[in-house]
């Protein structure tokens, strides 16, 4: 039997934290908490979680930006941000630097949870019985079973989120695809955001994989692989 999954809590209220703490215990998880940044990546390196959860504003040298940053930079470790500041550029910044998801505080709890799932749900992947390579032109291949992206036989290094928007358009190659269409169908249905996200994943999957991508824009409407 497969133990339960560990969560890394970093956030320097001690208020939120154990809200957030005793939310995630009753689901079923571990819960380690860490209080500012260097306590932080010290806890995910020696606890190995399934998950961290981020508070963007910490105290001292380094803040949650900072953190992930150097989470990203060695792991596809699933992160989703916790941000008190209710603007679309650090929300998106937090996109950027590569993390999964957030939530802006006030957060529901509740709402947290169901976040937490639906990453760790998609980042267990599919049954091995399921093991399927999409092939796509420009010499760019989907391995769902491996979760992985590769470019001209190169694995790419990818966030779990955009793994699973490649892996939801690759699904759907030649349909176009609003941007609620793919909120949907990779964020969640109940997924309550700004759909400027999608853009910014997509940003990022152009980005990684060049022009060897043919993901084209579909003025007034989405997105479409070809
Ligand atoms: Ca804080």
Redesign the pocket.
Known sequence: MRSRPVVVVI???PAIADLVELYLRREGYRVHQAGDAEAGLRTVEQRRPALVIL?V??PGPQDGIDVCRAIRAASDLPIVMLT?RDDEVDRILGLEMGADDYVVKPFSARELMVRVKNILRRAAGPAAARRRILDMPGDVAVDLDRREARRAGTPVALTSREFDLLAFLAGHRGLALSRRQLLDGVWGAGWVGDERTVDVHVGQLRRKLGGELQLATVWGVGYRLD
């Open positions: 956030e320097d209220d508070d504003g910490l008190a």
